[in-house]
């Protein structure tokens, strides 16, 4: 089991800056990914970027690379996703979520098991 708790969102003016974190808990042995989604009122949940818990591997999602930088730290079991130049569009509830599968791409949302409660993100224009 699992346990992901998310910080640092709040409300922030278009092209500014958030960073994100995610600390995990529990039994992180057999981790594969962390992973960030994002969720929208109405809108499906969408893949932002994951890292590899055991190397340096990292995916986003379509046009984020570049803005959004995801970083770790296992010691601390801590993921971190910083965000620069945000814009209205990327208001979301953010999730940090984990997975023990190894997926061709990160973003196959099935194979996550473990998620947070979210995190808010509001960008003013």
């Known amino acids: 089991q699992v346990q992901l708790v998310e910080s640092g969102g709040g409300l922030v003016q278009a092209g500014g800056a958030l960073r994100l974190s995610c600390a995990a808990s529990?039994?992180?042995?057999?981790?594969?990914?962390m992973g960030w989604f994002r969720q929208a009122p109405g809108k499906e949940r969408e893949f932002v970027g994951a890292i590899a818990w055991n190397g340096d591997n990292t995916n986003y999602g379509d046009s984020l690379e570049g803005r959004f930088t995801i970083s770790k730290d296992k010691a601390k079991n801590m993921v971190w996703l910083r965000m620069n130049g945000l814009q209205p569009e990327d208001t979301a509830t953010y999730y940090c979520a984990r997975s023990k599968e190894a997926p061709a791409w990160y973003g196959t949302l099935s194979s996550y098991d473990s998620w947070g409660q979210g995190t808010q993100v509001t960008v003013s224009s």
């Open positions: 529990g039994d992180m042995f057999r981790t594969y990914i």
